[in-house]
T-cell receptor, first 115, second 114 residues
């Protein structure tokens, strides 16, 4: 079974530029998550989708971050304009359902450096 | 709201020694508890999880954890570590209800040397 796929793996941009990350979850997984992991910290949830609907985006900085999950499968996370403090690893994850006991599977992450 | 505190940011140990990585949580509702491992430049991989039942949970790679409700702890243990166990370990919690995501601690770096 293929895991969670993310691209690009690495991205360096200048502040005020835009960037987009793509995620393909495990086949059949209804729930998709985007987490932000700043160096030295644990992952922090940005947004959670159930199929193509948003369950929780309370910690998403909506003035600059946006995310969508077209047709309930792939997802894109966009940052525009980027700030220096957005430098982090962006982890996409998926689970079979939204039940909190389900195992969440993580991708390898997209590393963003804003200079 | 829930929170997780990992009491040690770094734990250095020698190969074949036992290790304990400590995790405490705070929650006003029942929770599920998880330990994830992150190897360099990789995503997170589930080690083990506690949902209900026996408070001693066994996971992959010889790790185990014990849920202690009275002390709100979920410490991770391994009786004999290997060099390959060098990684970042994250404790996570989620409320026992649908539609809630994981809340992570800040992580503990386990460094195993020979």
């Amino acid at each position: 079974e293929a895991g969670v796929a993310q691209s690009p793996r690495y991205k360096i941009i200048e502040k005020r530029q835009s960037v987009a990350f793509w995620c393909n979850p495990i086949s059949g997984h209804a729930t998709l998550y985007w987490y932000q992991q700043i160096l030295g910290q644990g992952p922090k949830l940005l947004i959670q989708f159930q199929n193509n609907g948003v369950v929780d985006d309370s910690q998403l900085p909506k003035d600059r971050f946006s995310a969508e999950r077209l047709k309930g499968v792939d997802s894109t996370l966009k940052i525009q304009p980027a700030k220096l403090e957005d430098s982090a690893v962006y982890l996409c994850a998926s689970s079979r359902t939204g039940g909190s006991g389900n195992t969440i599977y993580f991708g390898e992450g997209s590393w963003l450096t804003v200079v | 709201a829930q929170s997780v505190t990992q009491l040690d940011s770094q734990v250095p140990v020698f190969e074949e020694a036992p290790v304990e990585l400590r995790c405490n949580y705070s929650s006003s509702v029942s929770v599920y508890l998880f330990w994830y491992v992150q190897y360099p430049n990789q995503g997170l991989q589930l080690l083990l999880k506690y949902l209900s039942g026996s408070t001693l949970v066994k996971g992959i790679n010889g790790f185990e954890a014990e849920f202690n409700k009275s002390q709100t702890s979920f410490h991770l243990r391994k009786p004999s570590v290997h060099i390959s166990d060098t990684a970042e370990y994250f404790c996570a919690v989620t409320p026992n209800q649908a539609g809630t995501a994981l809340i992570f601690g800040k992580g503990t770096t386990l460094s195993v040397s020979s």
